[in-house]
């Protein structure tokens, strides 16, 4: 089992910036792919960004130039930095790995864009 911690969420104004990070444990040995995930209110769960264990990275269309995603394997910690907040960036955040067959998620934390 991997356990995943999610923090860094809050309430930001437009064009304001946070930094999420997420903690794996537990069996880590192995761990692939991170992401972050994010599902809005009555949306569906969509991906943010994902970075590979060599560095990879790939980022929904949404938030390319503004969102930069970030893993450091010694610490097992992937980090995503937003930029240039909008409401529409307002949803719940999750930690999301890969390892061996098995996606793992955490309990998410939430990013609320407003004035």
């Known amino acids: 089992q991997v356990q995943l911690v999610e923090s860094g969420g809050g309430l930001v104004q437009p064009g304001g910036s946070l930094r999420l990070s997420c903690a794996a444990s537990g069996r880590i040995f192995g761990i692939n792919l991170m992401a972050w995930y994010r599902q809005a209110p009555g949306k569906e769960r969509e991906l943010v960004a994902r970075i590979s264990e060599g560095g990879t990275t790939t980022y929904a269309d949404s938030v390319k130039g503004r969102f930069t995603i970030s893993r450091d394997n010694a610490k097992n910690t992937v980090d995503l930095q937003m930029n240039v907040l909008k409401a529409e960036d307002t949803a719940m955040y999750y930690c999301?790995?890969?390892?061996?067959?098995?996606?793992?998620w955490g309990k998410g934390t939430l990013v609320t864009v407003s004035v």
């Open positions: 999301n790995v890969l390892r061996g067959a098995m996606f793992y």
